[in-house]
Nanobody, 126 residues
Framework: QVQLVESGGGMVQTGGSLRLSCAGSGGDFRPYNMGWFRQAPGKEREFVGVIVKWSGGYTDYADSVKGRFTISRDNTKNILYLQMNSLRPDDTAVYSC??????????????????WGQGTQVTVSS
């Protein structure tokens, strides 16, 4: 049974840091592009970042998080990470990881992702 489970969420003050993890099980996720998305209360789900399949040599980020967030993957452990620095109140949301076999050009489209985790809450206080 293929499954993704996020962890590492919590509450942090403005300017603080947090690292989220996404553990995959039930299969090998090396052939999947792995993405992070977030959804704040009353708002639509939005793209955060993605890392390319296999070596992870390519990444892409939303403009709102560039320079602050870093996505990485450990294929040996089947774990995806999201390092978040310089956090702001508008980063508050439920963060979810996802996996897709679609082409790179579809990397920002949640409709193309096959597997999703349940999400982990991140709250940034002012």
């Amino acid at each position: 049974q293929v499954q993704l489970v996020e962890s590492g969420g919590g509450m942090v003050q403005t300017g603080g840091s947090l690292r989220l993890s996404c553990a995959g099980s039930g299969g090998d996720f090396r052939p999947y592009n792995m993405g992070w998305f977030r959804q704040a209360p009353g708002k639509e789900r939005e793209f955060v970042g993605v890392i390319v399949k296999w070596s992870g040599g390519y990444t892409d980020y939303a403009d709102s998080v560039k320079g602050r967030f870093t996505i990485s993957r450990d294929n040996t452990k089947n774990i995806l990470y999201l390092q978040m620095n310089s956090l702001r109140p508008d980063d508050t949301a439920v963060y979810s990881c996802a996996a897709t076999t679609s082409v790179w050009s579809a990397r920002r489209s949640p409709e193309h992702y096959r597997y999703w985790g349940q999400g982990t809450q991140v709250t940034v206080s002012s």
